[in-house]
């Protein structure tokens, strides 16, 4: 419900070029491509006719062409549960997709190679070394970017440019360094994109509470509160901005609920014992 048929279809059809390109180009791979707001007239064309090409090249020439019909094949069928037509999270494609449909491709393209190869041997084993170093070395530069959440989803922004996903793990990233300055820019930017999304006031009300700006934090939790379905962090963190502020009984609600909705939260066990003895300090999730 949440995307239109024309958006999917977009999705669809461009994931299929999207990639071929990538599979041949592997360069700006990132961790998470977001679906694009808008479907534009080209972008719902353009691919659909390359994508009806292929299947068109499949069917025409699987007599002459086996090896070559067989590889399109695999590649277009393969792919076809996670093009989105059915959408399942809010990526518009995965590098991880690829590994499989990528075997098709290569069939194609070894069929494709042409029989004078034999006598150019000396130069196909020296075009294959530089391709070997080539992708070793761009995979090499990829890895780079697992190296932590912040490197990451920093990365994301700068292919894609900023989306609601990067910014939220980011201002996440930053609340956990105490950067509160820093993880209260990514979360409005978060807001501001989707603000029908509960995860930013979260963050913006985790962010309240860390600076003891009991009140706003409040207010922010019970924001995220209707923006999404019941949290035990959310309620939980509710609970001891109520608490701080001196209202104990509704804070001990608050507690009492969060262990309802998840009764294995740590925090929220330890907060009510806490705050029912008044001896303690909270523990924030």
Sequence with gaps: EAHSLASRWEVATSAYITYLKQWLIPLDLV????????????????PGVMLLA???????????F???????????VTLLPVIGLVQVGSQAHADRYMYLPSIGILMACIYLLPSSTIKYSRLARMLSVVIILFFSMISYWQIGYW??????FSRVIDV???????NIH????????????????HSLAAMELHPERSDAYQALGNIALAEQAFSEAQ????????????????????????????????????????LQIEPT?????????????????????
């Design 54 to 64: 292929m299947v068109v090249i499949s069917l025409m020439y699987t007599r002459a």
């Design 265 to 285: 939260l740590l925090e929220a066990q330890k907060n009510l014992k806490h705050y029912s003895a008044k001896t303690q300090r909270p523990s924030i999730e």
């Design 219 to 258: 207010r922010y939790y019970r924001q995220a509160l209707t923006k999404g379905p019941e949290n035990a962090s959310v309620v939980n963190n509710l609970g001891i901005s109520l608490a701080e502020q001196g209202h104990t009984e509704a804070a001990l609600k608050a507690f009492e609920m969060a």
């Design 31 to 46: 961790a998470f491509y977001p679906i694009k707001a808008s479907t534009s007239l080209a972008g719902l064309i353009f």
């Design 147 to 152: 190296k932590n959440e912040h490197v990451l």
């Design 160 to 166: 894609i440019g900023p989306n609601h996903k990067a």
């Design 66 to 76: 086996p090896l070559l019909a067989a590889g399109l094949g695999w590649y277009l």
């Design 170 to 185: 980011l201002a996440q990233d930053y609340i956990r360094r105490g950067m509160l300055e820093e993880a209260k820019q």
